[in-house]
């Protein structure tokens, strides 16, 4: 069965304290895996795409990287700002009906 | 600013009423989507549709129908609604099926009663 896990659940950091969200799946042809930024009340905001094992993206603070069963989302010298849910989410085939969401990473910064 | 927009923000039902939330795109894109977001879940597809003039099934289609009524509308009904639809609904819209970046609208919160 295809599935998606995300760890922690929460995840309360120092400002300036890096750390990493942990994706992991299961999924019978990978399309692709996506992560998401989502703020309390509003909807989920695209961050990043990767397709293949050894991919990695950046943007600002933020880097996220593949493997055959996991995605990690590195967060270095977070900032308040980067207080969110983050979201995993699993794109296999055939598309639409084949995509997955995790139930997310609540990560508080604090000042 | 460009987007998806959903309407209504905010709605109360009672058990048995209908109602349906709109949903509209300004980005001229293919896709759309309607999804419903519980605490503790992940999002759930509801229905999508891949290009004007096509709908399908997602994850959870059950008590639902939707109409796609143009390139940028995507209407989603609820004919009788339950307490188990209380939810919190998102449309998101998308260039076409296999390009993933979905820009999600600001969401509906609705209770059923």
């Known amino acids: 069965e295809d599935q998606v896990t995300q760890s922690p659940e929460a995840l309360r950091l120092q400002e300036g304290e890096s750390s990493s969200l942990n994706c992991s799946y299961t999924?019978?042809?990978?399309?692709?895996l996506f992560w998401y930024r989502q703020d309390p009340g509003k909807g989920p905001e695209f961050l990043f795409t990767?397709?293949?094992a050894g991919e990695e993206k950046e943007k600002e603070r933020l880097k996220a990287t593949l493997t055959k069963k996991e995605s990690f989302l590195h967060i270095t010298a977070p900032k308040p700002e980067d207080s969110a849910t983050y979201l995993c989410v699993l794109l296999g085939a055939p598309a639409a009906s084949k995509i997955i969401f995790g139930s997310g990473t609540r990560l508080s910064i604090r000042p | 600013n460009a987007g998806v927009t959903q309407t209504p923000k905010f709605q109360v039902l009672k058990t048995g009423q209908s109602m349906t939330l709109q949903c509209a795109q300004d980005m001229n894109h293919n896709s759309m989507y309607w999804y419903r977001q519980d605490p503790g879940m992940g999002l759930r597809l509801i229905y999508y549709?891949?290009?004007?003039?096509?709908?399908d099934k997602g994850e959870v289609p059950n008590g639902y129908n939707v109409s796609r009524l143009n390139k940028r509308e995507f209407s989603l009904r609820l004919e009788s609604a339950a307490p188990s639809q209380t939810s919190v609904y998102f449309c998101a819209s998308s260039p076409g099926l296999a390009n993933y970046g979905y820009t999600f609208g600001s969401g509906t919160r609705l209770t059923v009663v």
């Open positions: 990767l397709y293949s």
């Open positions: 549709s891949a290009s004007e003039g096509t709908t």
């Open positions: 999924v019978s042809g990978l399309r692709g």
